[in-house]
């Protein structure tokens, strides 16, 4: 395939602005690659790092972009053969470049090495969040081409699903880790997830393959749609938290008063969530924690029910191979009506509405949210 001398990016300058640059494509060594972007996807991280909060603060100008799917383009000698692709291939690209080599990489935890870890306080590589003045600058999906480091971990992922679909192996990547391998959920358990965004549903896709007996799912009264989709899916029972519903209540009628075995909290920002959700939970439940507070403490947090009734509470954050591959052998199983998640996808130059569509408290029903550059 032919390599073009530059590649067109949406630049995110400062918070909340864009710009259209040209940039400069490396020639590729035998260790690396390029990757012509076919999808890039968008999740509340992308928010926050445009908004320059919190983990976006002092990153400077830099091109979003971290749920990528392409065509590789051109890859090295020594590449091609560590990765196991070739040029024409479609892969996907985890968001993560971790150096490979210190305590938590050797220990399979590499996705939260600190040689990738943005909040770190440390010089890091990753994609979507690296700055433009690091070299090559193509650390983001929002442009038409995206460096391949040679520390990326790619997956072939076929040509019988198409990228918009392919790129939902992280939700699902997600949900595989945080339901199954990290919070252990048996054949005919009762899975609980709270919040029905892309990273939610993928839960529920994950508890359904693992063999749940009953999976509920809670959103609130803006979430009807996505909640329908989550019945799609495979949920039982929805429970839409209001002014006079308890979901706690709910969870403990449907479970005759034992409580849920695995509960997932994905609520950004709210902290009455993780208190619904150690209540809800059942004696040696476990309770995954996978969404920010923005720093919030959880005035609620009961010590003593975790005690009573010897609940593991666990923090959970991203993917890796173990969970990736299985999602994208999900995916290409056609199984589940995923493509029911695609519900928006924009050209490259309207990256900033695609943004605030996907945004919190952007537009309802948006689930995942595609750039197509
Ligand atoms: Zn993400
Ligand atoms: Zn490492």
């Known amino acids: ?41 968008i999740c509340g991280t992308d928010w926050e790092i445009w908004g320059r909060q919190s983990r976006g603060a002092g990153l400077g100008p830099l091109i979003l972009g971290h749920e990528n799917v ?12 560590r990765w196991g692709v070739a040029v024409g291939d479609r892969i996907a690209v985890e968001e993560f470049l971790p150096c490979g080599t210190c305590r938590l990489c050797r220990g399979g935890n590499y996705r939260i090495c600190e040689a990738t870890d943005s909040r770190g306080g440390k010089p890091f590589l990753r994609y979507g969040a690296t700055p433009l003045a690091v070299a090559p600058a193509l650390y983001g999906g929002q442009a038409d081409y995206l460096y391949l ?11 019988d699903i198409g ?32 919040g029905p965004g892309q990273h939610g549903l993928g839960c529920v896709v994950a508890a359904r393959v693992a063999g749940a007996g009953r999976v509920i799912v809670v959103g609130t009264a803006r979430d009807g749609d996505r909640l329908e989709v989550a019945k799609a899916l495979g949920a039982d029972e929805v429970v839409v938290a209001a002014d006079g519903t308890s979901p706690v209540e709910s ?14 909290d994905l609520a950004p920002g709210a902290t009455g969530t993780v208190e619904d959700a150690l209540a809800m939970a059942g004696k040696r439940a476990r309770v995954l924690l996978a969404a920010s ?45 995923l493509e029911r998640l695609c519900t928006h996808r924009f050209p490259l130059e309207q990256a900033p509405e695609a943004m605030h569509v996907a945004a919190r408290g952007g537009e309802r029903g948006a689930i995942h949210v595609s750039v197509v550059p």
């Open 70 to 81: 392409g065509r590789v383009v051109a890859v090295g000698d020594r590449a091609a053969q």
């Open 149 to 159: 480091h040679p520390r990326s971990i790619v997956y072939p992922v076929g040509e």
């Open 163 to 194: 990228p918009e679909l392919a790129a939902l192996y992280v939700p699902v990547g997600n949900g595989v880790r945080w339901v199954v391998q990290e919070g252990g959920l048996q054949v005919g358990e009762t899975a609980v997830v709270i």
């Open 1 to 41: 395939m032919d390599v073009p001398e530059r590649a067109r990016a949406m630049v995110a300058t400062d918070a909340y602005t864009m710009e259209s640059r040209d940039i400069p494509i490396p020639r590729i060594g035998p260790d690396d690659g390029l990757l012509r972007v076919e999808v890039t996807a």
């Open 251 to 264: 969870v403990l009628d449907a479970t005759s008063g034992r409580g849920a075995d695995v509960v997932v």
């Open 293 to 337: 507070k923005h720093g919030r403490a959880v005035a609620g947090f009961s010590n003593d029910l975790v005690v009573r009734k010897e609940l593991v509470v666990r923090g959970v954050r991203g993917h890796d191979h173990r969970s990736v591959e299985p999602a994208i052998d999900i995916i290409r199983s056609h199984r589940f009506p």
